[in-house]
């Protein structure tokens, strides 16, 4: 595993919410994670960090890698992949969202 995996993985599995997104959740730089922020919130997510990989070339190619997912924003719960902001929007209107939170 390279350096930047180790990075990853180390976020990913050492707390319990992790975005990885364009900007910060206080100013996001695209409306995909915008879009994610919003949901988060409205679930109540109070202990989320965020990783703004327009900071960090390596990071933001990275992490398509290591969940094998081509785009950003990319969810995790509990050190487990959820998915992008499309997928988060269709979990949030469901309710599996909530639960899949709510479980981890």
Request: proline content about 3%.
């Amino acid at each position: 595993m390279s350096d930047v995996q180790q990075q990853i993985d180390t976020l990913v599995k050492g707390h319990r919410v992790v975005l990885f997104m364009k900007g910060t959740s206080d100013f996001p730089m695209c409306g995909f994670s915008g879009r994610a922020i919003q949901v988060l919130k409205a679930c109540g997510v109070d202990d989320l960090v965020t990783v703004n990989v327009l900071e960090d070339e390596g990071i933001r190619q990275g992490i398509k890698d290591y969940a094998n997912w081509p785009t950003i924003p990319q969810l995790y719960v509990g050190g487990e992949f959820v998915g992008g902001s499309d997928i988060m929007m269709e979990m949030y209107q469901s309710g599996e969202l909530q639960q899949v939170l709510a479980a981890r």
